[in-house]
């Protein structure tokens, strides 16, 4: 149960060898790396030996492990056990090597590198090593290098989910003294697939902006484009929610995806902030309208309001109090003679309706034609009108400029 050396002064050399069958989960949240790996593990028992000759040409055996010594190599970044038991033998060889082999699923830490998601490579390592031996007694040697473990990698790989295979990389640290530690990492290289969330994430932003550009064809009466605008707003807000969940708080560097949606909220909230300003000035100037209109209001003008019968009898009832104002005010005039100049004016008056009927008629026909003009008048935009019309086709194009050179900046830093 101990060291299998004669000579305690002599290290044992022990040989790893590790293969990855499937990279089953990477969370960015938790900074987790979960394969599943292969391992294989030799070294010499010196107490160990036999001719197979001898023993009808059997050259190894299986024997369980729990009688034999093994080296307690550990692995720094696991996290959590793998929960199914390891294998219960081991193989000793004619020639006193020994071999355990293992199937985990391991789950360790990773420092997870998110700066240009979801087109990042991540690299997480497997360090293995002695657990209380040192240099002295111990010392760790790979049997492949890293093209080999990348080829052997390949061969037996099962399956591939988000994850993408690139290569491993098997690095030896020889310990500087005798009282240090031979350490293995197993550096695996790996690339994610972003369709997904190109598809599901980054093309429906790029979609809201195509419909924040599109509420530019909308009227700026109404609520309609602002209420409008708003939807759209929250609609980003949401998808940020969504990519909070995904990405870890403890990034030194604001991941592009991040100020992807940041610059898209930002422009959209612009936006928003645009047609507010637009719908004050419109609604300022239909103010203005409003109050001179009231302060040009007049007797005459609620008369042209009415329809032809009304407003000749409007009209006739002005005429009547102009000539009774005037037959008031004639001086030294007596009740008696007042009466009869009314009877006479009475005549009169109605002798001469038939020939004032042209007459009203020509006035009845200017005034449709002022109101007409006046509709007209109206029907012109105002000043307010006509600086947010300026306004607003300055911005459009301020805005498309600026959404032009924010996109080529996010997507060349991907690219890159």
């Not at 399956?159 to 009282?179: G, P």
């Not at 599901?200 to 605008?229: T, W, Y």
């Amino acid at each position: 149960m101990t060291r299998p050396v004669k000579n305690y002064n002599r290290p044992t050399e022990v040989y790893l060898e590790v293969l990855l069958y499937a990279i089953l989960d990477v969370v960015e949240k938790d900074q987790q790396f979960i394969p599943y790996v292969w391992t294989d593990m030799w070294w010499h028992n010196e107490y160990i030996s036999w001719d197979p000759n001898q023993f009808c040409g059997i050259d190894n055996v299986s024997l369980p492990t729990e009688i034999l010594w093994k080296p307690d190599i550990t692995i720094e970044e696991i996290r959590e056990r793998d929960k199914a038991p390891p294998s219960p033998f081991l193989t000793i060889n004619s020639t006193g090597y020994v071999e355990v082999q293992n199937d985990q699923v391991l789950v360790s830490s990773c420092r997870m590198h998110i700066y240009n998601f979801p087109f990042d490579t991540q690299s997480c390592n497997l360090s293995f090593k002695s657990i209380i031996h040192s240099a002295k007694d111990i010392r760790l040697h790979p049997i492949d290098n890293s093209s080999e473990a990348t080829e052997w990698t390949r061969e037996v790989m099962l399956t591939q989910y988000e994850w993408l295979f690139i290569n491993m990389m098997v690095t030896l640290k020889n310990a500087t003294d005798l009282f240090d530690q031979d350490i293995i990492v197993f550096t695996i290289n790996m690339q994610r697939r972003s369709v997904l969330y190109i598809v599901n994430f980054i093309l429906p932003i790029l979609f809201f902006l195509c419909l924040d550009l599109a509420s530019f064809l909308i009227s700026d009466r109404g609520g309609e484009k602002l209420s409008f605008k708003v939807t759209v707003l929250l609609a980003v807000t949401v998808m940020q929610l969504i990519l909070n969940e995904i990405l870890p708080a403890s990034s030194n560097r604001i991941p592009l995806i991040a100020l992807y949606c940041i610059g898209m909220f930002a422009l959209m909230l612009l936006s928003l902030l645009e047609t507010i300003f637009i719908m004050y000035l419109l609604e300022k100037d239909s103010a203005s309208q409003d109050n001179e209109t009231d302060r040009d209001q007049s007797p005459s003008e609620d008369c042209n309001k009415l329809g032809n019968a009304d407003f000749l009898k409007c009209h006739g009832d002005l005429h009547k109090q102009t000539q009774c104002v005037c037959i008031y005010d004639e001086a030294g005039e007596t009740p008696s003679d007042l009466l009869s100049v009314a009877k006479e004016n009475k005549l009169m008056e109605e002798h001469h309706t038939l020939e004032k009927v042209p007459d009203e008629l020509k006035e009845v026909e200017k005034t449709l034609t002022l109101l007409l003009s006046g509709r007209k008048e109206e029907s012109k935009p105002g000043y307010w009108t006509r600086v947010a019309k300026r306004v607003d086709r300055v911005f459009f194009i301020f805005y498309l400029t600026l959404v032009g050179v924010f996109l080529s900046f996010i997507f060349s830093k991907w690219r890159n």
